[in-house]
Each structure stands twice: as C-alpha cells, then as structure tokens.
C-alpha cells in the first residue's frame, strides 16, 4: 500500500473529492462482492469440508482487511493529514499484515493443488480441515513478523514520546529508521522470492505428472491454470514493492503529472488486485458459481416461504 506523498501535492478540490468518491466506490463495491461470497462459505457447510475453499475464503478474508485499510488510510490522507503515530502504526500492522498473507495465501493453495494432482492417495491425509487451519495460523504469524520487528526497532530506538506525535500516515513515514528500511526491503524480497520458487516447483511438478500419467487430466489441466492465475495475482504483489521505484520514473519523466501518476498507481497495485480474487476463483469454481447463482435467485426471488432454505 504505497499512499505517500498524496498530502504534498496542490490539487483542486474537485480532482480531491473525485479522486475520493473513485476510490471509495471501488472499495464498496469490491467488498460488497467479496462478501457475498463469504456469504455463500458460510451459508452452505458443503465448502467449510474442503481445505482449498477455506484457503480461498481466507484469501477473500485479507482482500477486504487489505482493501478496507487502504481505502481508510486514503481517505484520512486529506481528511486528517496528520494521525496520532499510535493509531497510525495500528492501521499499519494490520494492513502490512494482510497485505503479506496475500501471496503466502497463493503459495498455500498452489501446494494444495500440487498435492492434490501430485499425490491424490496422500491428499486426504495431508490437506486436512485441521491442518489448514494451522496452515492459517502460520500465514498470519508470518506476515505480521515484519511488522513486529518494525515495531520493536521503532520501541527500542525511539522515545515512547514518539507515539503521540502525529505524522502522515503511511509506511514509510512512520518506520523511517535505516533499520526498518532495510528489513523492510530483505523481508519484502525474502516473501516474494519463497513464493515465487514454490508456484514454479508446483506449476511445473503438475505439468510434468499430468504428462507422465493419463489419469484424470482434466484435474491437472484446471490446477495449473490455477497456479498459473496465481502467479498472475503474485506478479501484481509483486509490481507493488516498486511502486516506488515506477513512481520516481514516471514522475522524473512527466512531473506536471505528478499527482495522477500517484493516484493510478495506487489504484492498480492497492484497489484492482482485490478483485481478482472472486473474478478469478469465483466465477471459475463451477460449485461456487452455482452456489452464487442460488443465492443471487434467492435474493430476487424472496416468498413468504424462501425456497432456499
């Protein structure tokens, strides 16, 4: 989520409230999508029983968390320029967190497609509901370590005064020391390297088993378009840890541009990815896709008695 520099720029007030009234549309409407699809997890048990549903519903769980705290944090940019640090660091943890979880998300569910082509006799063993769920927890202890060691530096090198000052709230602003620069920058690419090697060994493990062994090749082919759609939701990742970086370009090159350059950068590397999620996985999956159409028929079609019960 890179919002900086947002509150340095002279704009108009109309080019602010349309920016804004932009991007808090975009977050309604991609959480109000979102959320029917957890309303569909959680309304039929069918998908709580399958370990790749709950990976992918915890992935939907951490687009909203993500996009909920990046549309806030926006908004507050010309709303509140300056937050309180303490609060500000609160939305940070929990936004960075999620943002993490993200690809460690992606690598979850390619190994359980891996495992579920690869070695269908273990599947039932290994990808368990209660495995999946420790699977969870091990995502979330991992994508809030940076944050954690940010903090702790922060806490260690930084009077307690520190966090009633009030600062512009996005990331580097708030985490400023060479120390969190730097760890920032080694667990950013650490994340993205792991993930990345594991969606190639699992892509490629799938490619060559469906080639050695003719049993249920339409299972392989659906998994490595699977995998394959997941390195295109972690390339996306990915291109938002330079958004920095392709920021100073472009603004090097057209500086008049400055604040449109910010703005849709940060409109396709923080608000579109989020719905790739259910246009990729939802509209896909041929039982949620019926289980949506259900819903959506139910929700139209509601009687003293609802049939869909």
């Not at 007030?13 to 109000?32: A, R």
């Not at 936004?95 to 690598?107: K, Q």
């Not at 082919?221 to 390195?231: E, N």
């Not at 509209?283 to 896709?289: E, L």
């Amino acid at each position: 989520m890179n919002i900086s520099d947002l509150s340095d720029r002279q704009e108009f007030y109309e080019e602010s409230l349309f920016k804004n009234i932009i991007v808090v549309l975009f977050g309604i409407s991609i959480s109000c999508i979102n959320s029917l699809l957890i309303y569909i997890f959680f309304k039929n048990p069918v998908f709580a029983q399958e370990p790749r549903y709950i990976l992918y519903m915890h992935l939907i769980i951490n687009d909203i968390i993500t996009l909920s705290v990046s549309v806030i944090l926006f908004v507050f940019i010309y709303l509140l320029p300056k937050m309180n640090v303490a609060i500000c660091c609160i939305f940070i943890l929990i936004g960075s967190s999620a943002y993490r979880n993200t690809p460690l998300n992606l690598a979850g569910m390619a190994i359980e497609r891996f495992v579920a082509v690869c070695y269908p006799l273990h599947h039932a063993q290994v990808c368990t509901i209660q495995n999946t769920k420790i699977l969870i927890g091990i995502i979330w202890l991992v994508g809030a370590l940076p944050c954690l060691v940010d903090l702790l530096v922060v806490l260690v090198l930084r009077p307690l005064s520190f966090f009633t000052t009030s600062r512009t709230c996005y990331h580097e602003n708030v985490f400023d020391l060479k120390y969190n620069i730097v760890s920032h920058v080694v667990f950013n690419i650490g994340y993205m390297c792991l993930v990345w090697v594991l969606l190639f060994y699992t892509y490629f493990k799938v490619l060559f088993s469906a080639k050695a062994a003719a049993s249920e090749p339409a299972q392989a082919q659906k998994a490595r378009r699977t995998i394959l759609l997941h390195g295109v939701q972690l390339l996306l990742c990915t291109l938002s840890l330079f958004t920095s970086v392709l920021d100073g370009a472009l603004t090097s090159l057209f500086p008049y541009y400055r604040s449109e350059i910010y703005f849709c950068d940060f409109i396709l590397t923080s608000i579109l990815p989020r719905l790739l999620s259910p246009l990729i996985y939802g509209m896909r999956d041929q039982k949620f896709k019926k289980y949506m159409k259900i819903a959506l028929m139910c929700g139209f079609n509601k009687r003293a008695i609802d049939p869909c019960d």
